[in-house]
């Protein structure tokens, strides 16, 4: 219980630090952790017409692809991407594109912990 807790732990910490890093970078935050019983979002992020849905992971070592996403991962992504879509619908304007990014982060979470950053890394509906 203690290491799923510590997990969790240090999974909020690399949100955090990659909502942080978004922002600097000229991305408003949307919502942080939307969860829903069909699946959740760590981080949805808007800049100019653009609304990532970033699935954030943290490994004490990342392999050498970026392949640390299950399908069963990324189909509870894109639900909950389409329902929050839905209920955002009346207030994102008429322009806009979606995206799902993904954001890895090796080892602990420090105040400067380098953020791979790729964009559309799995494609939506």
């Known amino acids: ?72 991962n990324i189909s509870r992504v894109m639900e909950a991407a389409e329902i929050w879509v839905d209920r955002n619908f009346d207030t994102l304007g008429p322009d806009f594109e979606i995206r799902f990014d993904l954001a890895l982060i090796e080892g602990p979470v420090r105040p400067l912990s380098k953020v791979k950053y790729i964009e559309s890394a799995f494609s939506g509906f």
């Open 1 to 72: 219980m203690r290491d799923r807790r510590a997990r969790e732990i240090e999974g909020r910490k690399a949100e955090d630090h990659v909502a942080r890093w978004l922002k600097r970078r000229g991305w408003k935050m949307l919502e942080t952790r939307f969860k829903v019983s069909e699946g959740e979002v760590d981080l949805i992020a808007r800049r100019g017409t653009i609304i990532a849905f970033v699935e954030v992971k943290q490994r004490e070592r990342l392999p050498l692809t970026e392949d640390v996403v299950s399908q069963t």
